[in-house]
Protein backbone atom coordinates (compact mmCIF):
# COMPACT_ATOMS: atom_id res chain seq x y z
CA UNK A 1 0.00 0.00 0.00
CA UNK A 2 1.51 3.64 -1.17
CA UNK A 3 1.42 6.19 2.05
CA UNK A 4 1.56 9.53 0.98
CA UNK A 5 2.91 11.70 3.67
CA UNK A 6 2.32 8.92 6.03
CA UNK A 7 -1.64 8.26 5.81
CA UNK A 8 -3.13 6.01 3.41
CA UNK A 9 -4.50 7.50 0.33
CA UNK A 10 -8.23 7.32 -0.98
CA UNK A 11 -7.48 6.42 -4.15
CA UNK A 12 -10.07 8.23 -7.06
CA UNK A 13 -10.38 7.83 -10.66
CA UNK A 14 -7.83 10.43 -12.80
CA UNK A 15 -8.84 10.66 -16.02
CA UNK A 16 -6.51 11.75 -18.82
CA UNK A 17 -8.69 14.10 -20.45
CA UNK A 18 -6.05 15.92 -21.88
CA UNK A 19 -5.03 12.75 -23.82
CA UNK A 20 -8.65 12.18 -24.97
CA UNK A 21 -8.82 14.64 -27.83
CA UNK A 22 -6.48 17.13 -29.53
CA UNK A 23 -7.05 19.96 -32.68
CA UNK A 24 -5.57 20.64 -36.06
CA UNK A 25 -6.43 22.92 -38.44
CA UNK A 26 -7.77 21.43 -41.58
CA UNK A 27 -8.24 17.92 -43.28
CA UNK A 28 -5.64 19.47 -46.07
CA UNK A 29 -3.01 20.02 -44.10
CA UNK A 30 -2.75 16.42 -42.63
CA UNK A 31 -2.07 15.48 -45.97
CA UNK A 32 1.47 17.18 -45.58
CA UNK A 33 4.92 15.25 -44.84
CA UNK A 34 5.67 17.53 -41.86
CA UNK A 35 2.17 17.38 -40.07
CA UNK A 36 1.69 13.70 -39.96
CA UNK A 37 5.61 13.72 -38.42
CA UNK A 38 4.64 15.73 -35.80
CA UNK A 39 1.05 13.98 -35.36
CA UNK A 40 2.91 10.85 -35.17
CA UNK A 41 5.47 12.22 -32.53
CA UNK A 42 2.52 13.72 -30.25
CA UNK A 43 0.40 10.87 -30.31
CA UNK A 44 3.51 8.89 -29.21
CA UNK A 45 4.20 11.06 -26.80
CA UNK A 46 1.12 12.24 -25.19
CA UNK A 47 -1.33 9.13 -25.86
CA UNK A 48 -3.39 11.66 -28.20
CA UNK A 49 -6.84 9.36 -28.70
CA UNK A 50 -9.04 11.34 -31.09
CA UNK A 51 -8.11 14.11 -33.30
CA UNK A 52 -10.41 17.14 -34.73
CA UNK A 53 -10.00 19.42 -37.43
CA UNK A 54 -12.31 21.87 -39.88
CA UNK A 55 -12.69 21.69 -43.23
CA UNK A 56 -13.19 17.72 -44.12
CA UNK A 57 -15.86 18.94 -46.67
CA UNK A 58 -13.69 21.74 -47.82
CA UNK A 59 -13.18 22.21 -52.03
CA UNK A 60 -9.59 21.39 -51.40
CA UNK A 61 -10.74 18.00 -50.28
CA UNK A 62 -13.04 17.18 -53.44
CA UNK A 63 -15.95 15.14 -51.36
CA UNK A 64 -18.56 17.29 -53.26
CA UNK A 65 -17.94 17.65 -57.13
CA UNK A 66 -20.90 19.04 -59.43
CA UNK A 67 -18.16 18.59 -62.13
CA UNK A 68 -14.78 17.36 -63.56
CA UNK A 69 -12.79 20.07 -62.93
CA UNK A 70 -11.26 22.34 -66.17
CA UNK A 71 -8.06 23.51 -65.49
CA UNK A 72 -7.05 24.72 -68.92
CA UNK A 73 -10.12 23.32 -70.26
CA UNK A 74 -13.79 24.16 -69.84
CA UNK A 75 -15.32 23.01 -66.46
CA UNK A 76 -17.28 20.28 -67.46
CA UNK A 77 -20.65 19.74 -65.30
CA UNK A 78 -21.58 16.13 -64.42
CA UNK A 79 -25.09 15.28 -64.74
CA UNK A 80 -25.18 15.07 -61.07
CA UNK A 81 -22.87 15.39 -57.85
CA UNK A 82 -20.89 12.83 -57.00
CA UNK A 83 -18.47 12.20 -54.12
CA UNK A 84 -15.07 11.66 -53.85
CA UNK A 85 -13.23 10.19 -50.82
CA UNK A 86 -9.19 9.92 -52.24
CA UNK A 87 -8.00 12.77 -50.15
CA UNK A 88 -9.93 12.43 -47.05
CA UNK A 89 -9.20 8.28 -47.37
CA UNK A 90 -5.54 9.50 -47.28
CA UNK A 91 -5.66 11.36 -43.70
CA UNK A 92 -8.45 8.94 -42.31
CA UNK A 93 -6.02 5.90 -43.04
CA UNK A 94 -3.39 7.81 -41.49
CA UNK A 95 -4.82 8.68 -38.40
CA UNK A 96 -6.16 5.25 -38.30
CA UNK A 97 -3.16 3.44 -38.89
CA UNK A 98 -1.57 5.51 -35.55
CA UNK A 99 -4.16 3.86 -33.59
CA UNK A 100 -6.29 7.44 -33.20
CA UNK A 101 -9.62 8.32 -34.28
CA UNK A 102 -11.59 10.83 -35.98
CA UNK A 103 -13.84 13.47 -34.12
CA UNK A 104 -15.14 14.39 -37.38
CA UNK A 105 -16.73 18.42 -37.74
CA UNK A 106 -18.93 17.81 -40.29
CA UNK A 107 -17.80 21.50 -42.29
CA UNK A 108 -17.54 23.57 -43.94
CA UNK A 109 -19.95 23.82 -47.23
CA UNK A 110 -18.95 22.83 -50.48
CA UNK A 111 -18.93 25.76 -52.89
CA UNK A 112 -21.57 23.84 -54.78
CA UNK A 113 -23.89 23.95 -52.00
CA UNK A 114 -22.98 27.31 -50.18
CA UNK A 115 -25.72 30.26 -50.14
CA UNK A 116 -22.08 32.65 -49.23
CA UNK A 117 -18.20 31.62 -49.73
CA UNK A 118 -15.08 32.54 -48.79
CA UNK A 119 -16.31 33.68 -45.74
CA UNK A 120 -13.81 33.14 -43.40
CA UNK A 121 -9.95 32.38 -43.13
CA UNK A 122 -7.07 32.56 -45.58
CA UNK A 123 -7.90 29.69 -47.51
CA UNK A 124 -11.58 30.73 -48.20
CA UNK A 125 -13.96 28.72 -46.30
CA UNK A 126 -17.55 28.68 -47.02
CA UNK A 127 -19.59 28.78 -43.60
CA UNK A 128 -23.51 29.10 -44.74
CA UNK A 129 -26.06 27.26 -44.59
CA UNK A 130 -26.64 24.66 -47.76
CA UNK A 131 -28.70 25.99 -50.67
CA UNK A 132 -29.82 22.68 -50.86
CA UNK A 133 -30.34 20.66 -47.80
CA UNK A 134 -31.01 17.50 -49.38
CA UNK A 135 -27.89 17.05 -50.99
CA UNK A 136 -26.89 18.41 -47.65
CA UNK A 137 -27.77 15.20 -45.90
CA UNK A 138 -27.14 13.13 -49.36
CA UNK A 139 -23.07 14.19 -48.92
CA UNK A 140 -23.37 13.39 -44.99
CA UNK A 141 -25.06 10.28 -46.00
CA UNK A 142 -22.87 9.22 -48.63
CA UNK A 143 -19.30 10.25 -46.50
CA UNK A 144 -20.92 8.03 -42.86
CA UNK A 145 -21.48 4.75 -45.19
CA UNK A 146 -18.45 5.21 -46.99
CA UNK A 147 -16.39 4.96 -43.53
CA UNK A 148 -18.34 2.19 -42.20
CA UNK A 149 -17.72 0.65 -45.58
CA UNK A 150 -13.91 1.32 -44.87
CA UNK A 151 -13.45 1.16 -41.42
CA UNK A 152 -16.25 -0.91 -40.41
CA UNK A 153 -19.59 -0.31 -38.48
CA UNK A 154 -17.66 -1.32 -34.56
CA UNK A 155 -14.75 1.03 -35.08
CA UNK A 156 -17.02 3.97 -36.64
CA UNK A 157 -19.34 3.77 -33.82
CA UNK A 158 -16.86 4.65 -31.70
CA UNK A 159 -16.25 7.98 -33.52
CA UNK A 160 -17.94 10.80 -32.57
CA UNK A 161 -19.95 13.37 -35.06
CA UNK A 162 -19.75 17.17 -34.42
CA UNK A 163 -22.17 19.18 -36.43
CA UNK A 164 -20.40 22.75 -38.18
CA UNK A 165 -17.93 25.02 -36.08
CA UNK A 166 -19.15 27.71 -33.80
CA UNK A 167 -22.46 28.56 -35.78
CA UNK A 168 -22.80 31.61 -33.42
CA UNK A 169 -20.09 33.29 -34.78
CA UNK A 170 -22.04 35.66 -37.77
CA UNK A 171 -20.79 36.00 -40.63
CA UNK A 172 -17.45 34.14 -39.91
CA UNK A 173 -18.24 30.87 -39.57
CA UNK A 174 -21.78 30.83 -40.07
CA UNK A 175 -24.05 33.15 -42.13
CA UNK A 176 -27.44 31.65 -41.19
CA UNK A 177 -29.39 31.83 -37.94
CA UNK A 178 -29.58 30.06 -34.59
CA UNK A 179 -32.76 28.73 -35.73
CA UNK A 180 -31.24 27.74 -39.03
CA UNK A 181 -28.04 25.50 -37.34
CA UNK A 182 -30.71 24.08 -35.70
CA UNK A 183 -32.18 22.94 -38.39
CA UNK A 184 -29.25 21.67 -40.05
CA UNK A 185 -28.35 19.77 -36.45
CA UNK A 186 -31.40 18.43 -36.99
CA UNK A 187 -31.52 17.11 -40.42
CA UNK A 188 -27.92 15.84 -39.75
CA UNK A 189 -28.11 13.47 -36.82
CA UNK A 190 -31.62 12.33 -38.47
CA UNK A 191 -29.69 11.40 -41.36
CA UNK A 192 -26.64 9.50 -39.46
CA UNK A 193 -29.33 7.83 -37.05
CA UNK A 194 -31.30 6.40 -40.45
CA UNK A 195 -27.92 4.62 -40.74
CA UNK A 196 -27.14 3.11 -37.43
CA UNK A 197 -28.55 4.69 -34.29
CA UNK A 198 -25.57 3.88 -32.33
CA UNK A 199 -23.58 6.10 -34.07
CA UNK A 200 -22.42 9.59 -31.97
CA UNK A 201 -23.60 12.98 -32.74
CA UNK A 202 -23.62 16.00 -31.31
CA UNK A 203 -23.14 19.80 -30.93
CA UNK A 204 -23.29 22.68 -30.70
CA UNK A 205 -19.79 23.25 -31.34
CA UNK A 206 -20.44 27.01 -30.18
CA UNK A 207 -17.61 29.45 -29.21
CA UNK A 208 -16.71 30.45 -25.58
CA UNK A 209 -18.90 31.27 -22.72
CA UNK A 210 -20.12 34.83 -22.50
CA UNK A 211 -21.93 37.33 -19.57
CA UNK A 212 -24.06 39.15 -21.78
CA UNK A 213 -26.92 38.18 -23.92
CA UNK A 214 -24.90 38.94 -27.45
CA UNK A 215 -26.07 35.32 -28.77
CA UNK A 216 -29.42 35.62 -27.29
CA UNK A 217 -31.27 36.45 -30.51
CA UNK A 218 -31.12 34.69 -33.74
CA UNK A 219 -27.95 36.43 -34.66
CA UNK A 220 -24.98 38.59 -32.86
CA UNK A 221 -25.95 42.06 -31.37
CA UNK A 222 -22.99 43.68 -30.57
CA UNK A 223 -24.80 46.50 -28.04
CA UNK A 224 -25.39 43.56 -25.32
CA UNK A 225 -21.89 43.94 -25.20
CA UNK A 226 -21.22 47.03 -23.80
CA UNK A 227 -21.55 46.37 -19.83
CA UNK A 228 -19.24 44.16 -20.64
CA UNK A 229 -16.43 45.98 -22.57
CA UNK A 230 -16.99 48.64 -19.57
CA UNK A 231 -16.73 46.41 -16.52
CA UNK A 232 -14.41 46.78 -14.03
CA UNK A 233 -14.22 43.61 -12.68
CA UNK A 234 -14.76 40.78 -15.33
CA UNK A 235 -14.71 38.03 -12.99
CA UNK A 236 -17.79 38.84 -10.85
CA UNK A 237 -19.77 38.79 -14.08
CA UNK A 238 -21.79 35.70 -14.70
CA UNK A 239 -20.75 33.46 -17.33
CA UNK A 240 -22.78 31.26 -19.28
CA UNK A 241 -22.00 28.82 -22.66
CA UNK A 242 -23.09 30.33 -25.76
CA UNK A 243 -26.67 28.33 -26.86
CA UNK A 244 -26.21 25.27 -25.26
CA UNK A 245 -29.63 25.76 -22.96
CA UNK A 246 -31.23 26.81 -26.20
CA UNK A 247 -30.07 23.98 -28.25
CA UNK A 248 -31.06 21.38 -25.94
CA UNK A 249 -34.33 22.78 -25.08
CA UNK A 250 -35.36 23.18 -29.05
CA UNK A 251 -34.10 19.41 -29.35
CA UNK A 252 -36.12 17.85 -26.68
CA UNK A 253 -38.93 19.79 -28.14
CA UNK A 254 -38.58 17.93 -31.27
CA UNK A 255 -37.53 14.67 -29.83
CA UNK A 256 -33.89 15.37 -31.65
CA UNK A 257 -30.99 12.97 -30.66
CA UNK A 258 -28.36 14.73 -28.66
CA UNK A 259 -25.36 12.05 -27.71
CA UNK A 260 -22.82 14.95 -26.75
CA UNK A 261 -22.82 18.15 -26.21
CA UNK A 262 -19.66 20.30 -27.46
CA UNK A 263 -18.60 24.07 -27.44
CA UNK A 264 -15.38 25.70 -27.03
CA UNK A 265 -13.84 27.50 -23.69
CA UNK A 266 -11.40 30.34 -23.81
CA UNK A 267 -10.39 32.17 -20.78
CA UNK A 268 -10.06 35.22 -23.09
CA UNK A 269 -12.73 36.93 -25.00
CA UNK A 270 -13.63 39.96 -26.52
CA UNK A 271 -16.47 42.50 -25.76
CA UNK A 272 -17.14 45.73 -27.79
CA UNK A 273 -18.13 49.05 -26.08
CA UNK A 274 -20.62 51.80 -26.50
CA UNK A 275 -17.72 53.45 -28.72
CA UNK A 276 -17.22 49.96 -31.12
CA UNK A 277 -13.95 49.46 -30.06
CA UNK A 278 -12.79 46.29 -29.31
CA UNK A 279 -11.74 45.11 -25.62
CA UNK A 280 -9.51 42.13 -24.73
CA UNK A 281 -10.66 40.26 -21.65
CA UNK A 282 -8.83 38.20 -19.68
CA UNK A 283 -10.63 35.81 -17.08
CA UNK A 284 -8.56 34.63 -14.04
CA UNK A 285 -7.08 31.50 -13.55
CA UNK A 286 -10.40 28.90 -12.88
CA UNK A 287 -12.13 30.36 -15.86
CA UNK A 288 -12.27 26.79 -17.29
CA UNK A 289 -13.17 25.34 -14.22
CA UNK A 290 -16.18 27.24 -13.33
CA UNK A 291 -17.55 26.94 -17.16
CA UNK A 292 -17.33 23.31 -16.84
CA UNK A 293 -18.61 22.80 -13.72
CA UNK A 294 -21.67 24.93 -14.67
CA UNK A 295 -21.92 23.19 -18.05
CA UNK A 296 -22.04 19.97 -16.01
CA UNK A 297 -24.74 20.99 -14.13
CA UNK A 298 -26.76 22.23 -16.68
CA UNK A 299 -26.28 18.83 -18.68
CA UNK A 300 -26.99 17.03 -15.84
CA UNK A 301 -30.43 18.70 -15.32
CA UNK A 302 -31.32 18.44 -18.62
CA UNK A 303 -33.69 16.03 -20.31
CA UNK A 304 -30.25 14.87 -22.15
CA UNK A 305 -28.65 13.69 -18.49
CA UNK A 306 -26.54 10.79 -19.94
CA UNK A 307 -25.03 13.27 -23.05
CA UNK A 308 -21.02 13.31 -22.92
CA UNK A 309 -19.88 16.54 -22.81
CA UNK A 310 -16.90 17.46 -25.24
CA UNK A 311 -14.69 20.90 -24.83
CA UNK A 312 -13.64 20.50 -28.75
CA UNK A 313 -11.70 23.62 -28.80
CA UNK A 314 -9.35 25.04 -25.79
CA UNK A 315 -6.48 26.79 -24.78
CA UNK A 316 -5.02 29.74 -23.15
CA UNK A 317 -6.62 31.87 -26.14
CA UNK A 318 -8.18 31.35 -29.57
CA UNK A 319 -5.65 33.61 -31.45
CA UNK A 320 -3.52 32.11 -33.60
CA UNK A 321 -0.57 35.09 -33.08
CA UNK A 322 -0.95 34.83 -29.25
CA UNK A 323 2.46 34.74 -28.59
CA UNK A 324 1.55 33.23 -24.92
CA UNK A 325 1.20 29.82 -26.69
CA UNK A 326 4.89 29.55 -27.13
CA UNK A 327 6.18 29.92 -23.58
CA UNK A 328 6.83 28.45 -20.21
CA UNK A 329 3.77 29.93 -19.17
CA UNK A 330 1.74 28.49 -21.12
CA UNK A 331 2.58 25.08 -19.94
CA UNK A 332 2.42 25.66 -16.55
CA UNK A 333 -1.40 27.21 -16.84
CA UNK A 334 -2.55 24.13 -18.71
CA UNK A 335 -1.06 21.81 -16.76
CA UNK A 336 -2.67 23.16 -13.51
CA UNK A 337 -5.77 23.85 -15.73
CA UNK A 338 -6.30 19.71 -16.59
CA UNK A 339 -5.33 18.48 -13.12
CA UNK A 340 -8.15 20.67 -12.04
CA UNK A 341 -10.81 19.86 -14.41
CA UNK A 342 -9.86 16.20 -15.04
CA UNK A 343 -13.25 14.96 -14.22
CA UNK A 344 -15.65 17.80 -15.15
CA UNK A 345 -15.86 16.55 -19.32
CA UNK A 346 -15.15 13.32 -21.36
CA UNK A 347 -12.82 15.84 -23.56
CA UNK A 348 -10.83 18.60 -23.39
CA UNK A 349 -9.30 19.45 -26.93
CA UNK A 350 -6.14 21.42 -27.20
CA UNK A 351 -6.68 23.72 -29.74
CA UNK A 352 -3.77 22.33 -31.83
CA UNK A 353 -0.95 20.27 -31.53
CA UNK A 354 0.89 21.82 -34.59
CA UNK A 355 1.75 25.13 -35.69
CA UNK A 356 1.06 23.94 -39.44
CA UNK A 357 -2.00 25.73 -39.44
CA UNK A 358 -3.41 28.50 -41.85
CA UNK A 359 -6.11 30.27 -40.74
CA UNK A 360 -4.18 33.32 -41.19
CA UNK A 361 -2.08 31.69 -43.95
CA UNK A 362 1.32 30.64 -42.50
CA UNK A 363 2.85 32.24 -39.26
CA UNK A 364 5.62 34.49 -39.50
CA UNK A 365 8.78 32.91 -38.24
CA UNK A 366 9.56 30.24 -36.15
CA UNK A 367 7.99 31.36 -32.92
CA UNK A 368 4.74 33.65 -34.17
CA UNK A 369 2.00 32.89 -31.38
CA UNK A 370 0.61 29.74 -32.72
CA UNK A 371 -1.51 27.35 -31.41
CA UNK A 372 0.60 24.44 -31.86
CA UNK A 373 2.79 21.87 -28.85
CA UNK A 374 5.65 21.60 -31.96
CA UNK A 375 6.40 25.12 -34.06
CA UNK A 376 6.61 24.68 -37.38
CA UNK A 377 10.37 23.69 -37.64
CA UNK A 378 9.26 20.69 -35.43
CA UNK A 379 10.94 22.03 -32.36
CA UNK A 380 8.91 21.43 -29.52
CA UNK A 381 7.13 24.07 -27.03
CA UNK A 382 6.95 24.05 -23.40
CA UNK A 383 3.37 22.51 -23.79
CA UNK A 384 4.34 19.71 -25.76
CA UNK A 385 6.38 18.86 -22.62
CA UNK A 386 3.39 19.73 -20.09
CA UNK A 387 1.22 17.28 -22.26
CA UNK A 388 3.78 14.38 -22.26
CA UNK A 389 4.65 14.70 -18.52
CA UNK A 390 0.48 14.61 -17.97
CA UNK A 391 0.41 11.45 -20.07
CA UNK A 392 2.87 9.74 -17.99
CA UNK A 393 0.63 10.04 -15.09
CA UNK A 394 -1.07 6.74 -13.45
CA UNK A 395 -5.36 6.90 -13.99
CA UNK A 396 -5.62 6.38 -10.04
CA UNK A 397 -5.27 9.25 -7.93
CA UNK A 398 -3.39 8.83 -4.83
CA UNK A 399 -3.06 12.50 -3.65
CA UNK A 400 -4.11 16.05 -5.27
CA UNK A 401 -2.78 19.50 -3.99
CA UNK A 402 -2.73 23.12 -5.06
CA UNK A 403 0.62 22.29 -6.86
CA UNK A 404 0.32 19.13 -7.91
CA UNK A 405 -0.44 15.60 -8.11
CA UNK A 406 0.42 11.56 -7.26
CA UNK A 407 -0.69 8.88 -8.89
CA UNK A 408 -0.13 5.27 -9.29
CA UNK A 409 -1.17 3.18 -12.65
CA UNK A 410 -3.95 0.16 -11.96
CA UNK A 411 -1.89 -1.96 -14.00
CA UNK A 412 1.12 -1.80 -13.28
CA UNK A 413 1.19 -0.07 -9.50
CA UNK A 414 4.20 2.18 -11.21
CA UNK A 415 4.31 5.24 -8.93
CA UNK A 416 3.99 9.55 -10.83
CA UNK A 417 3.82 12.50 -10.54
CA UNK A 418 3.52 16.06 -11.54
CA UNK A 419 4.03 19.19 -9.75
CA UNK A 420 4.08 22.99 -11.10
CA UNK A 421 4.67 26.46 -9.43
CA UNK A 422 1.98 28.99 -10.68
CA UNK A 423 3.44 32.07 -9.35
CA UNK A 424 1.87 33.45 -6.24
CA UNK A 425 2.22 36.64 -7.18
CA UNK A 426 -0.48 36.08 -9.95
CA UNK A 427 -3.03 36.29 -7.30
CA UNK A 428 -5.36 33.31 -9.86
CA UNK A 429 -4.68 35.94 -13.14
CA UNK A 430 -4.89 34.52 -16.00
CA UNK A 431 -1.80 34.58 -18.60
CA UNK A 432 -3.74 36.20 -20.51
CA UNK A 433 -2.54 37.29 -24.38
CA UNK A 434 0.42 38.99 -25.99
CA UNK A 435 1.47 40.28 -29.33
CA UNK A 436 5.07 39.74 -28.90
CA UNK A 437 7.40 37.20 -27.33
CA UNK A 438 9.12 40.44 -25.56
CA UNK A 439 5.60 40.97 -24.36
CA UNK A 440 5.47 37.88 -22.83
CA UNK A 441 8.37 37.94 -20.51
CA UNK A 442 7.38 40.56 -18.09
CA UNK A 443 5.53 36.98 -16.71
CA UNK A 444 8.79 35.85 -16.07
CA UNK A 445 9.48 38.30 -12.75
CA UNK A 446 6.50 36.45 -11.17
CA UNK A 447 6.88 34.42 -7.89
CA UNK A 448 8.04 32.83 -5.35
CA UNK A 449 9.63 29.88 -5.70
CA UNK A 450 7.65 26.99 -4.12
CA UNK A 451 9.27 24.15 -2.39
CA UNK A 452 7.50 20.45 -3.01
CA UNK A 453 7.58 18.12 -0.34
CA UNK A 454 6.38 14.87 -0.04
CA UNK A 455 6.91 11.42 1.31
CA UNK A 456 5.83 8.48 -0.20
CA UNK A 457 6.03 5.54 1.26
CA UNK A 458 5.11 1.69 0.40
CA UNK A 459 7.72 1.49 -2.44
CA UNK A 460 10.17 -1.02 -3.49
CA UNK A 461 13.66 -0.78 -2.31
CA UNK A 462 16.38 0.23 -4.77
CA UNK A 463 13.87 1.36 -6.93
CA UNK A 464 14.76 4.28 -9.26
CA UNK A 465 12.72 7.35 -10.13
CA UNK A 466 13.23 9.80 -12.65
CA UNK A 467 12.79 13.74 -12.25
CA UNK A 468 12.19 16.39 -15.34
CA UNK A 469 11.79 19.98 -14.62
CA UNK A 470 11.09 22.43 -17.17
CA UNK A 471 11.35 25.87 -16.12
CA UNK A 472 13.00 29.40 -17.75
CA UNK A 473 16.61 27.97 -18.36
CA UNK A 474 15.73 24.39 -19.66
CA UNK A 475 13.34 23.51 -22.30
CA UNK A 476 12.45 26.80 -22.74
CA UNK A 477 12.88 26.94 -26.65
CA UNK A 478 10.93 30.37 -27.67
CA UNK A 479 13.47 32.10 -24.90
CA UNK A 480 16.66 30.68 -26.67
CA UNK A 481 15.30 31.74 -30.02
CA UNK A 482 14.75 35.49 -28.66
CA UNK A 483 18.22 35.67 -26.88
CA UNK A 484 19.51 34.78 -30.27
CA UNK A 485 17.93 38.04 -31.43
CA UNK A 486 14.69 36.41 -32.74
CA UNK A 487 15.41 35.53 -36.27
CA UNK A 488 12.96 35.12 -38.83
CA UNK A 489 14.50 32.62 -40.93
CA UNK A 490 16.30 30.09 -39.19
CA UNK A 491 19.36 28.85 -40.62
CA UNK A 492 20.16 24.55 -39.98
CA UNK A 493 22.66 25.48 -37.52
CA UNK A 494 20.06 27.79 -35.21
CA UNK A 495 17.21 24.88 -35.49
CA UNK A 496 18.91 22.45 -34.42
CA UNK A 497 19.91 24.09 -31.93
CA UNK A 498 16.73 25.29 -30.51
CA UNK A 499 15.49 21.63 -31.25
CA UNK A 500 18.32 20.81 -28.71
CA UNK A 501 17.53 23.40 -26.18
CA UNK A 502 13.73 22.37 -26.09
CA UNK A 503 14.26 19.06 -24.72
CA UNK A 504 16.98 19.84 -22.55
CA UNK A 505 15.32 19.47 -19.46
CA UNK A 506 16.87 19.39 -16.07
CA UNK A 507 16.95 15.91 -15.31
CA UNK A 508 18.42 13.38 -11.88
CA UNK A 509 17.15 10.53 -10.49
CA UNK A 510 16.13 9.56 -6.86
CA UNK A 511 16.43 5.91 -5.26
CA UNK A 512 14.42 4.56 -2.84
CA UNK A 513 16.18 3.72 -0.23
CA UNK A 514 15.56 0.08 2.41
CA UNK A 515 12.56 1.72 4.23
CA UNK A 516 10.82 2.46 1.20
CA UNK A 517 9.73 5.70 1.31
CA UNK A 518 10.94 7.84 -1.24
CA UNK A 519 11.43 11.66 0.40
CA UNK A 520 10.88 14.37 -2.12
CA UNK A 521 12.27 17.64 -1.73
CA UNK A 522 12.41 19.96 -4.78
CA UNK A 523 13.02 23.54 -5.27
CA UNK A 524 10.49 24.84 -7.89
CA UNK A 525 11.05 28.13 -9.50
CA UNK A 526 7.85 30.02 -10.73
CA UNK A 527 6.42 28.52 -13.70
CA UNK A 528 8.51 25.32 -13.28
CA UNK A 529 6.78 21.70 -13.93
CA UNK A 530 7.97 18.93 -12.86
CA UNK A 531 8.02 15.39 -13.55
CA UNK A 532 8.62 11.96 -11.34
CA UNK A 533 7.96 8.53 -13.09
CA UNK A 534 9.98 5.41 -11.79
CA UNK A 535 12.74 4.45 -14.58
CA UNK A 536 11.34 1.49 -16.78
Request: include cysteine.
Amino acid sequence: MVLIDGRSCDESVLPHVWSRCIGAGRANEALRADWRQQFAEVVAAAGIQYIRFHGVFHDDMFVYRESYGGGFGPDSPLPAPVHTFSYVDKVFDFIVDHGVRPFVEFGFMPRGLATATETVFWWGAHCSPPKDMARWVELVTTSVEHWIDRYGLAEVREWRFEVWNEPNLVPYFWTGTKTEYFELYEQTVRAIKRIDPELRVGGPATSVFVPDDRYRGEVEDRSAMHDTAAAADVDALEWRPVWIEDFIAWCAERDVPIDFVSTHLYPTDFAFGADGEGVHITRYADATFDDLTLLRKLVRNSPYPDAEIHISEWSTSPSARDFIHDTLFAATYITRAYLRCATLADSISYWTFTDVFEEGGAGIGPFHGGFGLVNEAGVHKPTFHAFTMLERLGDRLLLSTSDGVVTRDSRTSAVAAVFFNYPEDMAMKGVGSQNSYAATRALAGMGPSRRIRHSIGGLEPGTTFLVEILDWEHGNAAEAWYRMGSPLNLSKAQGEHLSGVADSLLGFTLTVPDDGVLDLDVELAPWAVMSLRQAA
